[in-house]
T-cell receptor, first 111, second 118 residues
Framework: TQLLEQSPQFLSIQEGENLTVYCNSSSVFSSLQWYRQEPGEGPVLLVTVVTGGEVKKLKRLTFQFGDARKDSSLHITAAQPGDTGLYLCAGIQGGSEKLVFGKGTKLTVNP | EAGVVQSPRYKIIEKKQPVAFWCNPISGHNTLYWYLQNLGQGPELLIRYENEEAVDDSQLPKDRFSAERLKGVDSTLKIQPAELGDSAVYLC????????????????FGEGSRLTVL
C-alpha cells in the first residue's frame, strides 16, 4: 500500500491551460514537500508546507496543505512547456523521521 | 556552491558483476540518503546517514547491497553481485536539516547514477 497516493498518474495538456494534481494519504504528516524532476535529473525541491490549511504560492504554482495535514494539492496556472516534468510529493509522518515519496504525476505541457 | 555530485552517471554491467556508486554531498550537510528510483516511480529509500552513522537501513537488501560513509562526508553504495532487477537510477541526496524538524524533508539530490544490468 502506497502511503502517499498521487493523482493523476499522467497528465497531458496544452500550453496556457490550468491544472491541479493531488497528493493524498490516510496518515497525518508533520510536513510535506513537493519536488519536480526532469528526465535524467534528480528531483528539485519546490516547496515545504507545514501548517494545516497552509497555502503557498511560487509564481504560477499554488500549493495547499489540507486542514487535517493528510493531503495536498498543486495548482499550476497558465501552464508552460517548461513546467513539463514529474511532480513528486513527499512527507514525513507525524512521529516518524522517515521521508516517503509518492509515485509522482508525470505532466506534459504541449506548445 | 557545488551541489550533490554523483558518479558514474551511467553504468552497464552483466549480472553477477559488482558495481559501486559514489556520492559527494553538499558541504556541511550531515544527513545523506541513498534512494533507488525505478522508471516512472518515486524514489525509495535505501539508507540514511546522520554523519557517519547509518540511522535507517531497514530497506537496504543487505545480502547484496552495502554502503559506507567514512569520515561522515563522501559515501559509497555497492552492489555485489548485481541482478537484473537492480537496473534503476540510484539517487544520492543530502540535507542540512536535522531529523524531526519541519525542514527535514528538504533534500538536495544529485543527478543520479543509472544502472543497467544485462
Amino acid at each position: 500500500t502506497q502511503l502517499l497516493e498521487q493523482s493523476p498518474q499522467f497528465l497531458s495538456i496544452q500550453e496556457g491551460e490550468n491544472l491541479t494534481v493531488y497528493c493524498n494519504s490516510s496518515s497525518v504528516f508533520s510536513s510535506l514537500q513537493w519536488y519536480r524532476q526532469e528526465p535524467g535529473e534528480g528531483p528539485v525541491l519546490l516547496v515545504t508546507v507545514v501548517t494545516g490549511g497552509e497555502v503557498k504560492k511560487l509564481k504560477r504554482l499554488t500549493f495547499q496543505f489540507g486542514d487535517a495535514r493528510k493531503d495536498s494539492s498543486l495548482h499550476i496556472t497558465a501552464a508552460q512547456p517548461g513546467d513539463t516534468g514529474l511532480y513528486l510529493c513527499a512527507g514525513i509522518q507525524g512521529g516518524s523521521e522517515k521521508l516517503v515519496f509518492g509515485k509522482g504525476t508525470k505532466l506534459t505541457v504541449n506548445p | 556552491e557545488a551541489g550533490v555530485v554523483q558518479s558514474p552517471r551511467y553504468k552497464i554491467i552483466e549480472k553477477k558483476q559488482p558495481v559501486a556508486f559514489w556520492c559527494n554531498p553538499i558541504s556541511g550537510h550531515n544527513t545523506l540518503y541513498w534512494y533507488l528510483q525505478n522508471l516512472g516511480q518515486g524514489p525509495e529509500l535505501l539508507i540514511r546517514y546522520e554523519n557517519e552513522e547509518a540511522v535507517d537501513d531497514s530497506q537496504l537488501p543487505k545480502d547484496r547491497f552495502s554502503a559506507e560513509r567514512l569520515k561522515g562526508v563522501d559515501s559509497t553504495l555497492k552492489i555485489q553481485p548485481a541482478e537484473l532487477g537492480d537496473s534503476a537510477v540510484y539517487l544520492c541526496a543530502s540535507s542540512l536539516a536535522q531529523a524531526g524538524t519541519a525542514r527535514a524533508g528538504e533534500l538536495f539530490f544529485g543527478e543520479g547514477s543509472r544502472l543497467t544490468v544485462l
